[in-house]
């Protein structure tokens, strides 16, 4: 075209971010100022603003401000909802706020409220975004579900909870995917009550066999630590050939430790002709490293490259590491990353160094921090996993100089606590807790249990007490260690024979397992818990991991 219309320009530039090109959105508006005389209307900056929102380019952003105000360009309409919901997605929500101060109110959209709302939820701000709601005449699906969520990604659940009945009874009726949405926060706080309730509203609403919702409720009931629940959604709905549906079934058992049946779930996908994504093997090859089975690790990998034409990304390249390193294979494992197409990022270090503590080789170890911290200096995890390897091989002086080394950087660690919710209410317990209200029951009860496991053979493993301590002193700490006294607590507070679920931030220790299997079998419950990297289902005093992880 010799001489573009501004429609037709805006054509090319709409269409570019509608496909998700957004940088060539941005160059071609800046082609278009420099060379013609046109000046860009409320359409192209509409698209141009949403292309920095998307590219997170607040920078960018505030330049075509400035080419608005110096153009002179009404703010009313369209260009006034672009800049708030630009500058609100990109954290700079007072600035959202004092443009929707000086634009007249009746030519701004839900969007751009909604926007400013999600903004301010998301630097946690609640009382701001709950009155810009309130303040809606015409609230959309998308607003209410903007301002459900936002409550519970700041933990109010129950908050939450109270404005979906309550969109239920004012509102639009919820759909597919504002259960999805909410679903999903659920699943992230691990509320298995809640996401109860949600299941029970999306029978209600006819829902429940959406492919949306049940793959939220796989999800949910997954990661809330019920993987039968989970496995009924999915028998319900696993009809429908999506490949979602079916990834998300297979990453649910290889998280709970159900490779085999995991593996089965793939194979069974395979021969109905279901294509697998980047994604299913994530799942399938996790499920392969929770069972050691290496060679057939190995094959899957090669199939996802070689026959469905999957490029491996750095999660493949990390499940194929963790795989070789947690059965022992460390050379190998090592060799793999050096001869990875793509740079070894630190979850690739991380798994060979998790490995390295795992077997107690050293030297490795060290290979694999330094390369870590190259990446992370601050990374906390390395200095620890490197200083527990050298603790487990009694290199107590060398171990010494690594913590000392991290103590001079100003590195901070990670402190490990465990989590249980009773009646709607979440308990936090650190090692050698003292601050919850029913610390001496807690402590009588361990105490009590600690002799009774003895007595059934249980034996202390105080390597899992990486200090150079007396042996009664490392009794000492294991007996209180986070998960331990959060059990107990659960014990005191639920009925007998129900089961205790425990949530915890890092990976569980040898002595809490073998602890908690025969826990298990002491109090005849079932005790589910939820580490860092998977579930663990103690009962009868095993595990459904078999004591491989």
């Known amino acids: 075209m010799t001489d573009p219309d501004i429609v037709s320009w805006n054509s090319i530039i709409t269409g570019y ?6 940088i060539k959105a941005l160059e071609t508006f800046s082609f278009m100022l420099k060379s013609s005389s046109l000046k860009p209307d409320k359409f192209t900056l509409g698209s141009v603003l949403s292309a920095c929102a998307n590219r997170e380019s607040l920078k960018l952003g505030k330049q075509i401000h400035a080419h608005i105000v110096r153009a002179d360009v009404d703010i009313t309409g369209a260009v006034g909802n672009a800049l708030i919901s630009m500058y609100a997605k990109l954290g700079a929500v007072e600035v959202a706020h004092r443009i929707v101060e ?16 999600d903004g301010y939820f998301k630097i946690g701000d609640i009382d701001p975004a709950r009155a810009i709601f309130d303040s809606l005449k015409h609230r ?41 949405a909410v679903l999903s926060v659920i699943s992230s706080l691990a509320s298995l009550d809640h996401g109860k309730q949600l299941h029970a509203v999306a029978i209600r609403l006819e829902e429940v066999s959406s492919v949306s919702v049940g793959n939220a409720l ?11 629940d989970a496995r009924k959604i999915f028998n319900h709905i696993c009809s429908y050939r999506d490949t979602l549906t079916w990834t998300s079934m297979i990453l649910s058992l290889a998280q709970h430790g159900l490779g085999n049946e995991a593996i089965e779930l793939f194979e069974k996908m395979l021969r109905i002709n279901l294509k697998p994504d980047h994604i299913t093997y994530v799942g399938v090859l996790s499920a392969c490293t929770h069972v050691g089975l290496v060679e057939q690790g190995k094959s899957y990998f090669n199939l996802m490259k070689n026959v469905h034409n999957i490029e491996p990304t750095s999660s493949h390249y990390a499940c194929m590491i963790d795989l070789l390193g947690r059965a022992g294979l460390l050379e190998e494992a090592y ?9 070894p990022d630190v979850v690739a270090w991380g798994s060979l160094l998790s490995s390295c503590r795992v077997h107690k080789y050293v030297d490795l170890a060290k290979v694999a921090a330094e390369k870590l911290l190259l990446i992370d200096p601050n990374n906390s995890g390395a200095y620890l996993a490197l200083a527990n390897t050298l603790s487990a091989c009694g290199k107590w002086e060398d ?10 950087k100003a590195v901070k660690k990670e402190q490990g606590f465990s989590w249980v919710q009773i009646k709607n209410k979440v308990h936090i317990f650190g090692v050698e807790d003292a601050l919850h209200p029913q610390r001496d029951a807690i402590y009588c009860m361990i105490s009590k249990i600690w002799k009774e496991i003895k007595k059934m053979g249980f034996i202390p493993d105080t390597n899992s007490v990486l200090h150079d301590l007396e042996q009664e002193v490392k009794e000492q700490i294991l007996r209180h260690h986070s998960e331990k006294l959060a059990i107990a ?34 109090v005849e419950r079932e005790i589910i818990v939820r580490d860092a990297t998977r579930f663990h289902h103690f009962k009868d005093g095993s595990c459904s991991c078999q004591d491989y992880w």
């Not at 971010?17 to 957004?22: A, E, F, K, L």
Request: glycine share 4%.
């Open 102 to 117: 000086i634009t007249s109110t009746p030519s701004l959209n839900v969007i751009a409220f909604t926007s400013l709302l």
């Open 17 to 22: 971010c509608h496909q998700g090109y957004d």
């Open 399 to 408: 171990a010494a100089k690594v913590r000392k080394s991290m103590k001079d």
């Open 335 to 343: 060799n793999f990353i050096r001869n990875m197409p793509i740079e």
């Open 218 to 228: 796989i999800t949910m009931y997954s990661r809330s630590g019920s993987i039968k």
């Open 140 to 180: 959309d699906v998308v607003a209410w579900i903007a301002v459900i969520v936002g409550y519970a990604q700041n933990g109010l659940i129950s908050d939450a909870l109270v404005l979906f009945r309550l969109m239920i009874r004012e509102g639009p009726k919820p759909n597919n995917y504002t259960l999805a």
């Open 489 to 522: 607590f659960a014990l005191i507070n639920t009925p007998k024979h129900t089961t205790v679920r425990i949530m915890k931030n890092l990976r569980v220790c040898n002595d809490c397992h073998s602890a908690i299997r025969y826990i298990s079998l002491l």
